[in-house]
């Protein structure tokens, strides 16, 4: 009975928790077990698979993790691709152009190569390409391009089994288990209230700090949708992501002059960023800490060091014995010169020459008095010369989630304000944006699943991306969704391999409409979606 309960538990935990954004089917091939087990609906984790997430990709009181024994079994039980995106829209736009639809390439797809290197130290890699990445020229106008590369990459390493705080507990629990132990090939124990199994855990390289929040950026079920741009270079429709994720803030740039548009993820809630992460619960107590660093603004390597965006963030984890649990996350994050402003700065006056050359005004006589070859120009207004100021930002927040049964509810606010913007923007730029996400999920059946999500956004920064002039400073979008899980690696004897396809069809309607602002353009978009991994 013990084998048969402790395999499928560390199997569910390496499934569920070697990626932090969502269920590799490489590790579910290692165990050859249902992706389902962690996963209140994937890729969202529920209250179990966030606890092995955390814990370095192992369960509470994992001795040492199983390795693949030959190099066959490394490749099949430690690579993933994975497949997302809409492959049909349909939007409607306010005022023009008339509604466009369509068939499209999936926006993201993925390679993953993840595992545990050693009993301490794990590895992840995504390579990922992305279409219709919306960016801004050299004329200022936006426009979609494709982009690949390393979206995350970093090693996770458990401290306390780096420097063997474990090794002699781990030592006398492998031989109290005795044959049982070998004949599972797996270490396992299980630990009274300490510190042993639950960190520090140190993420160091391209990290998804957000990982560990109570609404993580990258576990959403609805796709991140990108931004929609005309033929002429102006925006139609903002990217549809969470708000309260966003950057906020309308005609600001990341170091570099890379566009950074309002509702893109920054900072502590980007994607992936460069950084050192760390987290773990002291005393194996219900509030997990998490601290570090990401420089996320920052392009350029040599160019890190004054970008650096500290963060700190706390979650309480409750729950009781009705099947209800959940978590309230609170976050503060400071970026230095974590964004950067273009504007107009006054121009000096130009140098007037003398019709009489210097040398002769010394002589004692002059027919006439010197006098200059033209009239100066009159004072510029708004000036004429680009000038740029880096910013500071500083941002908090609040998450939380609540699950119960069949029910999965999740939202987040943050608060953001900008510092150092220069005194010549007095009255045009606004330094203050709020955000808000919210979301519910019923898993209605075990193959379909509803879901509502509403956003939020109080924007800042300049009245507009495109032009300097008064437009909606807020907006709100109503998603509804319904995927369908064709399979999920839950049913073996039917689908042999595990594996993952589910579809989806998407409603996202615009409640600020009016105007040919980004935020009010459009009135609402039609997805069809996918997602497949094997």
């Given at each position: ?353 003398l019709a009489v050359p210097r040398e002769t005004l010394r002589e004692p006589t002059l027919p006439e008095p010197p006098f200059p070859l ?46 150092d913007v220069p005194e010549r923007l007095a009255g045009r730029f606004v330094r203050r944006a709020q955000g808000l996400t919210a979301e ?38 109503l998603h509804l969704q319904m995927r369908w899980y064709l399979f999920e690696g839950d049913n073996l004897a039917r689908v042999p391999i ?37």
């Amino acid at each position: 009975m013990a084998r048969r309960l402790l395999l499928p538990l560390v199997a569910a935990a390496l499934l569920s928790t070697a990626v932090p954004a969502r269920a590799l089917p490489a590790f579910a091939r290692r165990f050859n077990l249902a992706c389902g087990a962690c996963h209140s609906a994937v890729p969202r984790l529920n209250a179990f698979g966030e606890a092995f997430h955390e814990n370095g990709f192992k369960p509470p009181g994992t001795m040492w993790t199983p390795l693949p024994g030959t190099l066959s079994d490394a490749v099949t039980q430690g690579m993933a691709v994975w497949a997302r995106g809409e492959f049909f829209e349909h939007s409607d736009f306010a005022r023009g152009p008339s509604p466009r639809g369509g068939f499209a390439v999936p926006e993201h797809a993925s390679v993953y190569l993840a595992g545990p290197l050693t009993t301490s130290t794990s590895l992840f890699v995504e390579l990922e390409n992305t279409v219709h990445e919306t960016d801004i020229n050299k004329r200022g106008d936006f426009v979609n391009s494709d982009t690949g590369g390393m979206q995350k990459a970093f090693l996770m390493v458990d401290l306390p089994m780096l420097f063997g705080l474990h090794a002699g507990m781990d030592h006398e629990m492998h031989h109290a288990m005795g044959h049982e132990m070998s004949d599972m090939d797996m270490g396992m124990a299980t630990m009274g209230d300490g510190l042993v199994g639950h960190g520090p855990m140190v993420m160091i390289g391209r990290v998804d700090p957000s990982t560990n929040f109570s609404y993580a950026v990258d576990r959403q079920l609805f796709h991140d949708v990108p931004a929609d741009t005309s033929e002429r270079g102006f925006l139609l429709r903002l990217g549809l992501a969470p708000y309260a994720f966003g950057a906020k803030f309308f005609g600001i740039f990341k170091r570099g002059d890379h566009t950074l548009l309002p509702t893109e993820p920054t900072l502590y809630n980007t994607e992936a960023a460069p950084g050192v992460d760390v987290h773990g619960r002291l005393f194996a107590s219900k509030v997990l800490y998490q601290f570090g660093l990401t420089t996320d603004a920052a392009p350029e390597f040599l160019d890190r060091i004054h970008t650096a965006a500290p963060y700190a963030m706390l979650r309480y984890d409750f729950g009781d014995d009705d099947g209800l649990n959940g978590s309230v996350s609170v976050l503060g994050n400071y970026g230095r010169n974590a964004y950067r402003v273009f504007y107009l700065a006054p121009a000096p006056l130009p140098k007037i020459p003398l019709a009489v050359p210097r040398e002769t005004l010394r002589e004692p006589t002059l027919p006439e008095p010197p006098f200059p070859l033209h009239r100066p120009p009159p004072p510029p207004g708004r000036g004429f010369i680009t000038a740029q100021q880096d910013l500071d930002v500083w941002r908090e927040g609040i998450g939380a989630n609540l699950r119960r049964g069949p029910w999965d509810a999740y939202g987040a606010y943050t608060y953001d304000q900008v510092f150092d913007v220069p005194e010549r923007l007095a009255g045009r730029f606004v330094r203050r944006a709020q955000g808000l996400t919210a979301e519910l999920d019923y898993r209605l059946t075990h193959s379909l699943l509803p879901s509502v999500r509403y956003d939020w956004m109080k924007a800042g920064g300049f009245q507009s991306d495109v032009i300097f002039e008064p437009g909606p400073r807020q907006s709100q979008v109503l998603h509804l969704q319904m995927r369908w899980y064709l399979f999920e690696g839950d049913n073996l004897a039917r689908v042999p391999i595990p594996a993952l396809l589910v579809l989806s069809l998407r409603d996202s309607v615009n409640l600020t409409p009016g105007g040919s602002h980004p935020f009010g353009a459009w009135r609402n978009a039609v997805l069809l979606g996918f997602d497949f991994a094997f």
